[in-house]
């Protein structure tokens, strides 16, 4: 049984750029949300997509968008770049109805 | 929005002792876990807790959600323990706004 997978492990961009990260949820689950770590903090939610549609944002701009495919999968979309969003991007996946969620490795985005 | 606190923020063990991580929470949740981050930065869950007592073998824990906090025991501590331990709680349900404690960085030496 997979577990929560993410492409890619690493990522180095420039400003200005825009960057896609992907994911993909554990075998079972329907719901995803997506985390951004800077070094040194806790993991801060994003936003989280269920039935292909957003269902709840954190505290981030516009800049930040997604989507969730027919097989559950999902992207993160980052565009106009900036240095502080470097950090490590965490994808979790959930089975609507259960509360419990479970994380991929993570891809770690530098931006230069 | 709901505040977590962790303590402590470091903790340094020998290998062989035993530490109590501590999770303070200022609301009532649906959801409470904590996890293992390894220096890879992979999030591994060891318990999902909103209320009771669990273990799993050198580890356990304990939410008291009527005192809004929880605790996580690790015994005869490890090597392979080092690492930062997160606290995450949500009051809503279905993993909406996850929210995370700023974490305890523990190192174990041998």
């Known amino acids: 049984d997979a577990g929560v997978t993410q492409s890619p492990t690493h990522l180095i961009k420039t400003r200005g750029q825009q960057v896609t990260l992907r994911c993909s949820p554990k075998?079972?689950?329907?719901?995803v949300s997506w985390y951004q770590q800077a070094l040194g903090q806790g993991p801060q939610f994003i936003f989280q997509?269920?039935?292909?549609?957003?269902?709840q944002r954190g505290n981030f701009p516009d800049r930040f968008s997604g989507h969730q495919f027919p097989n559950y999968s999902s992207e993160l979309n980052v565009n106009a770049l900036l240095l502080g969003d470097s950090a490590l991007y965490l994808c979790?996946?959930?089975?609507?109805?259960?509360?419990?969620?479970?994380f991929g490795p993570g891809t770690r985005l530098t931006v230069l | 929005g709901i505040q977590v606190e962790q303590s402590p923020p470091d903790l340094i063990l020998q290998e062989g002792a035993n530490s109590t991580l501590r999770c303070n929470f200022s609301?009532?949740?649906?959801?409470l876990q904590w996890f293992h981050q390894n220096p890879w930065g992979q999030l591994i869950n060891l318990f999902y807790?909103?209320?009771g007592t669990k273990q799993n073998g050198r580890l356990s824990a304990t939410t008291v959600a009527t005192e809004r906090y929880s605790l996580l025991y690790i015994s005869s501590s490890q090597t392979t323990d080092s690492g930062v331990y997160f606290c995450?709680?949500?009051?809503?349900?279905?993993?909406?706004?996850?929210?995370f404690g700023p974490g305890t960085r523990l190192s174990v030496l041998p």
């Open positions: 997509y269920y039935e292909e549609e957003e269902r």
């Open positions: 807790i909103p209320s």
């Open positions: 979790a996946s959930s089975r609507r109805g259960y509360n419990e969620q479970f």
């Open positions: 995450a709680v949500e009051r809503d349900n279905y993993g909406q706004n996850f929210v």
């Open positions: 609301d009532s949740v649906n959801n």
């Open positions: 075998s079972g689950h329907d719901t």
